[in-house]
């Protein structure tokens, strides 16, 4: 398995509060991506990074911001969490821009009330 | 908008049976697709890949099949296992060199 941490696993919060999820990796990998799944909505991507302080928005990035200050951490933050922010959330990390699959971390369930 | 889609939300099959998902994509300018598995409660895991200079690759009990022309890619699972159950996922990288697009997923199931 690819060396992919994300850390809470599990989270309740409530609305208002502010959240910060954590993805490690250990592998070293340029790309790190973290992405939200919803029952029929697939996944879908919030932020990614193309390296050190490198980030760019995703598809649904609104009411989030990342950071990347080393190579193998992202870290993904909730400035104020809603309900509609109740989501698992993945990160996935890969090698190379062209080709080259994405390993995915075993997410973050989280739960905003 | 570029998308990518699955025909069949769900598939149920017979254990022994082969099983074929299919996916659908609008982007005629990707060039690398991937299926994912994803079992309940875990994170989406690599199957098969295929770049667009292919349009066939076999894997162990996989085969992965693209259609250029109807920009369309299929995965076959070969004598399916109860294992075998979960999400299948298509995504190909295509608009933005860095970034995946996914499918919505097929939730297969294996009939004992």
């Known amino acids: 398995d690819a060396g992919i941490t994300q850390s809470p696993r599990h989270k309740v919060t409530e609305t208002g509060t502010p959240v910060t999820l954590r993805c490690h990796q250990t592998?070293?990998?340029?790309?790190m991506y973290w992405y939200r799944q919803d029952p029929g909505h697939g996944l879908r991507l919030i932020h990614y990074?193309?390296?050190?302080?490198?980030?760019d928005k995703g598809e649904v990035s609104d009411g989030y911001s990342v950071s990347r200050s080393k190579t193998e951490d992202f870290l993904l933050t909730l400035e104020s969490a809603t309900s509609s922010q109740t989501s698992v959330y993945f990160c996935?990390?890969?090698?190379?821009?062209?080709?080259?699959?994405?390993?995915f971390g075993p997410g973050t369930r989280l739960t905003v009330l | 908008g570029e998308s990518v889609g699955l025909h069949l939300p769900t598939l149920s099959v017979q254990e022994g049976d082969n099983s074929i998902i299919n996916c659908a994509y609008s982007?005629?300018?990707?060039?690398?697709f991937i299926w994912y598995k994803q079992e309940s409660g875990k994170g989406p895991q690599f199957i098969i890949d295929?770049?667009?200079?292919?349009d066939k690759r076999q894997g162990q009990r996989v085969t992965v099949l693209l259609n250029k022309t109807v920009k369309h890619l299929s995965l076959q699972i070969a004598a399916t296992q109860p294992g075998d159950s979960a999400v299948y996922f298509c995504a190909e990288n295509g608009g933005s060199a860095r970034q995946l697009t996914f499918g919505s997923g097929t939730q297969l199931t294996v009939l004992p």
């Open positions: 990074s193309y390296g050190v302080k490198d980030t």
């Open positions: 295929i770049r667009s200079n292919m």
């Open positions: 592998e070293n990998h340029r790309y």
């Open positions: 996935a990390i890969r090698e190379s821009q062209r080709g080259g699959e994405q390993f």
């Open positions: 982007n005629s300018a990707s060039d690398y």
